[in-house]
């Protein structure tokens, strides 16, 4: 008797035992997918994990079928697997299911659906022909109305051809078709910059009027310092189109586009940049650093040309041959690494990230395990570590601090930087952490000799760093010398930058309007009906929203509570003060990026582009603003309120205050002049503030690693976080209650809790936390061996069942 051991994409712990024949026994291997029946008769693909000839104890069913040709997951994309369901403990299932693009997991209830834009039918097979049709006449098929279509059970592999062909996609995709913005903008030819040349020119052209008020007029756009749209030129001037053109075409004018989109890259590859001698001894430094360690950090301050050392080593790696990976904590946010990375190494590059569309991921996925050229270099997220590379050089961790690595929801709850890390064990690949502020842990593993260490403290130019100034609002406040959120200091500096033609960075952590609308009569804010927490009022749409989950209404006219017509907006967000600077600055434009202005795929692009393009003199955002951009004309940064982010109830508080606060700061002078940074805070004195204004790293690392140390907190501690969730409050207390009992049988004074979080109801869900630390000397396996045991004790009294059991290992 022949048996596979397949991993199915659902939580359940081990993996499932089929039947085959004789030749499927032969035929397959570990990483290919199986269609297989499981539960009441649904099919699911399942990748093969073992293949063997033990009869396992109970019944089982034949395989339904084989999906692939050859393995699509590697050995040791397997290997990773296997670590992160055991550290991260959770089934192998779930990483199967985080893992993969979802075109590669149909099943029996995959909606599937006509992609408009493919047109070649002539590549269909005439299964494929059939499919292709009924799908002109309706909008979606399930995998059940294909097989009854075609008049065959089994359709999967037909089905995956299909996507593979661009001929369909399937549900839960939400893809924008990419529409590129080009924007056209002119400038002189540089061999007018020589004012003989152009005094000839004028004299030249003096009989061609409009050309001349053409270049006139350009002459005055140009005064104020900003990349001239040819739309403008041409309204400011009145000449036509075709006047522009004829100056194009005398090779006076020279009309170029500023587009910062990956699918649009034109091949032109410059090279690379001239280090300076600091970035030379950084480079030469990690460089001996990976002698000894695989690991090292890249500690520079903001602007120090981190991302042109990293271009140096990829390019190393990759003209060995070699993949390489470089993680980014959003990638919505760094078109800008993206097309700095193109000029440099052109169509070597992929990108993926799950904004793509899902045939884009397929696409990127089978370049990488073909290990294709245009796939050596790969930009992505966190879930790029699960790519089926086969022979990785390199893993370059570009903001190593950020807490947007580690996944949050659903299962697999894993933090994408140590999982990278392990990543570049398994393939022996050197892996580089990069940051102006890193994590405690991160410093802490430097300082334990785990990882490499080199410093880089200059920024490139020699530009200093910003200067940065504390406002103490509450002085203000008492001096009435604030107009609104705004102190007199801060309008100043604000109109200083704005006369000198400089952009203004503003930074506010909290989107909306304002955070809570409050009868000044009863007290009483409106609340979420699903969640324990007050709505969000926004403006722009007069409504209040929920932020978790999604809840919104009209902003009523009367109190829900007393019925006076006293509701007020108390408190601020993004969308506020985007309005309060409409009133201060009507002559300047004012941006805004947050949340709720960068929705799909191109969102953060037209904004920052705008930006970069200086059609926007003041962006108002929120963290989104800290990680990584690059804007060369900014000279002001202001952060209206740094009090709120210091009083979090989180171990991590005041490092992520730190962070946040310094790489915001980098974010002005990035050119020359040096750069401002003001911080409004009533509590000046506070020693984060103080080590901010210092820009004392050290000075805050030191201090956090002595509290961590006596408050038993990572990296001295590891932490697991349990989260029980159900809509019955007292299921959920009792069940809290019982497990808290037999961790703290166990592990005593080490169970935390239990807690309700800051938000104790979403979505009608009571939460309750309990949090398990474990001692320096504490086996973190046996440990968390033990916390499965108790769960599956749980888990087996009847009445708990429905209660939600989640386990995060490193919360965050
Ligand atoms: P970081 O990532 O450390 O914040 P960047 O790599 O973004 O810094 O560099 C800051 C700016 O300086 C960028 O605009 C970059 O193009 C420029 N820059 C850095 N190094 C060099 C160099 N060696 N030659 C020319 N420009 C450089
Ligand atoms: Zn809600
Ligand atoms: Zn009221």
């Known amino acids: 008797m022949y048996y596979i051991n397949v991993i199915l994409p659902l939580y359940v712990q081990n993996t499932f035992t089929y039947k085959v024949n004789k030749a499927e026994f032969e035929f397959l291997k570990k990483g290919m997918r199986v269609a297989v029946e499981f539960g009441k008769s649904k099919i699911y693909t399942a990748l093969v994990y073992e293949i063997h000839q033990n ?29 992160i369901s055991s550290y991260y403990m959770c089934s192998l299932g779930e990483v ?38 009924a799908l002109q006449n309706q909008t979606s098929l399930t995998v059940h109305q294909v097989s009854e279509i075609l008049g065959k059970k089994k359709v999967l592999p037909i089905l995956d051809e299909m996507i593979k062909k661009l001929v369909l996609y399937i549900k839960e995709e939400i893809y924008e078709v990419y529409k590129p913005k080009l924007v056209k903008y002119v400038r002189l030819n540089a061999k007018y910059n020589d004012e003989n040349a152009l005094q000839n020119l004028l004299e030249e052209l003096s009989r061609a009027k409009k050309q001349r008020d053409a270049i006139l007029t350009f002459f005055q756009l140009k005064t104020i310092k900003k990349p001239i749209k040819v739309d403008v030129l041409k309204e400011k001037s009145g000449v036509s189109s075709a006047i522009i053109k004829a100056l194009e075409d005398k090779e006076i004018f020279e009309i170029y586009s500023i587009q910062t989109d990956r699918i649009n890259f034109d091949g032109a590859t ?24 695989d690991i090292t950090l890249l500690h520079g301050v903001t602007s120090s040309g981190k991302t042109e050392i990293y271009t140096k080593l990829i390019d190393d790696v990759v003209s060995q041959g070699k993949q390489v990976l470089f993680l980014l904590p959003e990638i919505a946010l760094t078109t800008q690494i993206i097309s700095r990375l193109q000029q440099y190494f052109g169509d070597k590059i ?30 992505g997220a966190r879930s790029s570590v699960f790519l089926p590379f086969s022979n990785l050089g390199l893993i370059v961790i570009d903001e190593e601090h950020e807490q947007s690595y580690k996944q949050f929801d659903p299962n697999p709850r894993y933090n994408g930087r140590d999982s990278a890390i392990v990543l570049g064990k398994l393939h022996q690949a050197k892996v580089l952490l990069g940051s102006a502020t890193p994590s405690v842990e991160s410093k802490f593993n430097t300082e334990q000799k785990k990882y490499g260490l080199v410093e880089l403290n200059r920024r490139h130019g020699n530009v200093q760093m910003p200067k940065i100034e504390l406002i103490d609002i509450k002085e203000k406040h008492r001096k009435k010398e604030m107009n609104g959120h705004f102190s007199d200091r801060l309008l100043e500096m604000m109109n200083d930058a704005l006369a000198e033609k400089e952009q203004i960075i503003l930074f506010q952590n909290r989107r909306g309007f304002s955070p809570v609308v409050e009868c000044t009569t009863c007290g009483i804010s409106p609340q ?94 929120t963290q989104m603003l800290a990680k990584g951009l690059d804007f060369s004309n900014v000279s002001l940064v202001g952060i209206l309120n740094a009090d709120r982010m210091l009083n979090f109830p989180d171990f991590r508080a005041h490092e992520r205050a730190f962070q946040l606060m310094l790489q915001v700061s980098g974010r002005a002078g990035r050119s020359e002049k040096q750069g401002n940074v003001a911080i409004q805070t009533f509590n000046p004195y ?26 038993h907190y990572p990296p001295y501690y590891r932490l697991i976080k349990i989260t029980l969730k159900h809509k019955d409050y007292t299921k959920v207390e009792d069940g809290v209650k019982w497990l808290h009992q037999a961790l703290y049988n166990s592990f005593g004074e080490n169970v935390l809790g239990p807690s309700t979080p800051s938000v104790g109801r979403i979505r009608n869900q009571y939460i309750r936390n309990i949090v398990v630390k474990i001692p320096p000397k504490q086996s973190i396996p046996k440990t968390k061996e033990h916390i499965q045991k108790i769960r599956n004790s749980f888990e087996a009294i009847k009445e708990f069942r429905p209660i939600r059991f989640v386990l995060d290992v490193d919360a965050y």
């Not at 693009?101 to 099943?107: I, K, R, W």
């Not at 990230?353 to 395990?369: A, D, G, P, Q, T």
């Not at 007020?568 to 003060?577: A, L, N, R, S």
């Open 55 to 83: 009869p396992p104890t109970y019944e089982t069913k034949d395989i339904h079928q084989i999906l692939d040709e050859k393995p699509v997951v590697t050995e040791q994309q397997l290997k990773l697997w296997e670590w």
């Open 96 to 133: 199967f299911r985080g893992a993969m693009p979802s075109a590669f997991l149909l099943e029996s209830e995959t909606i599937i659906y006509k992609n408009e834009a493919f047109q070649d039918q002539s590549i269909l097979t005439d299964d494929e022909f059939l499919i292709f049709e």
């Open 270 to 293: 410059n090279n690379l940049k001239q280090l300076n001698e600091y970035q030379q001894k950084a480079l030469l430094e990690i460089k001996e650093s990976f002698t000894k360690n």
């Open 350 to 379: 992929s990108v993926f990230h799950s904004k793509y569309s899902m045939n884009e991921r397929v696409e990127v996925w089978n370049n990488i395990l073909e290990n294709k050229q245009k796939a050596q270099i790969i930009l």
């Open 528 to 621: 979420c009906p699903n969640c324990d927490v007050s709505l969000t009022y926004h403006k722009f749409r007069g409504e209040l929203r929920c932020h978790y989950c999604h809840y919104s209404r009209a902003m009523p006219n009367n109190c829900g509570a007393c019925g006076s017509n006293t509701l007020d907006t108390k408190g601020f967000g993004t969308e506020q003060i985007e309005l309060e600077l409409k009133g201060l600055f009507p002559d300047h434009k004012i941006g805004r990026m947050d949340l709720d202005t960068t929705r799909g795929k191109f969102g953060y692009q037209k904004i920052i582009g705008a930006f970069e393009a200086q059609e926007i003199d003041i962006l108002v955002g």
């Open 686 to 711: 506070h020693q984060i503030l103080q080590q901010v204004s210092e820009n004392n790293y050290t000075k805050m690392y030191k201090e956090q690693l002595q509290e961590r140390w006596q408050y």
